[in-house]
């Protein structure tokens, strides 16, 4: 834990901690050469010993440092001081997008699709770059009182692999988003962002999330498994052209998903549209049941990894 006044790099002051997590703190300092707060957010100990994790932590926060999007906070500097491996950001005064969810619920479709088109467009910048953020969920998301949407953590959710979804401590809040691919092993493509928007966009609308359990496991297998519940029965005043875009976003088999974050973009702009009004259900191309036969393998390893974890 860094103290309050300590300075890292000589250069940036801690002022306060701000915010715990599974992977690193995050504290609240000022950049005393730029004259600016920022955020500092420091690995974790045991993180900080694993040269493999550093080095791959360190080389995907510098590559990301250099997207430059309005949705996407900017990463500053990457570097380490006396053991300590920091990344320093944009400081955002605002709400997580989770913390705005359990306040108010539901929020509204056009708040959401307000919120859904500045996060595609920020995403849509990564992807161009050849950047996957690989961690989407409401937590990393940022809101500021202006409505203005930032992306968090692009550097720290791209150190991780598929094996850390067996972290008890931090993996109940990424498994709630985690696209079926990455649950059965087999990585991440800018498909698995996209999944993991069109669980958010369900929940952001139905103010909970369409899979739930008591177990990471149990939650893995229903992403992996279980149809995706229709956000109609939840409210009757979204319309299929919203419904649309959840399913097709939030599709198991990811050749029926969007081909990129642009056109999911795109579609969310003429969803509300007159002419879209009677659209109906999608019907998808591919089979959505493709992980079926590796329904024991999946949840035996999940099993076996959480336990050593415990």
């Keep these: 834990m860094i103290a309050k006044g300590q300075k890292i790099n000589d250069r940036y002051e801690v002022k306060a901690l701000i915010g715990e997590g599974g992977m690193a703190n995050v504290y609240l300092g000022y950049d005393s050469i730029l004259e600016r707060d920022v955020a500092i957010k420091v690995l974790r100990g045991d993180l900080a010993d694993d040269e493999k994790f550093v080095r791959r932590f360190r080389r995907e926060a510098q590559s990301a440092s250099l997207l430059n999007h309005p949705n996407i906070v900017q990463i500053y500097d990457v570097g380490e001081d006396d053991g300590n491996f920091y990344i320093v950001m944009e400081y955002i005064n605002g709400q997580t997008l989770k913390q705005i ?84 092993g087999k990585g991440s493509t800018i498909k698995s962002d996209i999944y993991s928007l069109g669980i958010m966009l369900y929940e952001m609308l139905a103010g909970t999330m369409p899979f739930r359990g008591e177990t990471a496991v149990e939650i893995a297998m229903k992403h992996l498994k279980t149809p995706m519940p229709s956000i109609r029965k939840v409210r009757d005043d979204v319309p299929q052209s919203l419904e649309n875009i959840i399913l097709k976003a939030a599709a198991k088999n990811p050749k029926n998903r969007y081909n990129n974050v642009r056109e999911l973009y795109e579609d969310l702009k003429t969803c509300l549209d007159e002419q879209r009004k009677d659209e109906k259900r999608i019907v998808f191309k591919y089979p959505e049941n493709e992980y079926d036969n590796e329904n024991t393998v999946v949840t035996n390893n999940l099993k076996d990894e959480i336990k050593k974890k415990e």
């Design 101 to 184: 969810i359990k306040k108010r619920k539901r929020l509204s479709i056009s708040e959401t699709i307000d919120i859904m088109c500045q996060l595609t467009d920020g995403l849509s910048s990564a992807h161009d770059s050849y950047i996957i953020h690989r961690d989407i969920k409401p937590q990393n998301i940022m809101i500021l009182d202006d409505g203005m949407v930032k992306i968090t953590d692009f550097g720290i959710a791209m150190a991780v692999n598929a094996s850390d979804l067996t972290q008890t401590n931090s993996v109940m809040g990424s498994v709630h988003y985690l696209p079926p691919e990455q649950a059965s």
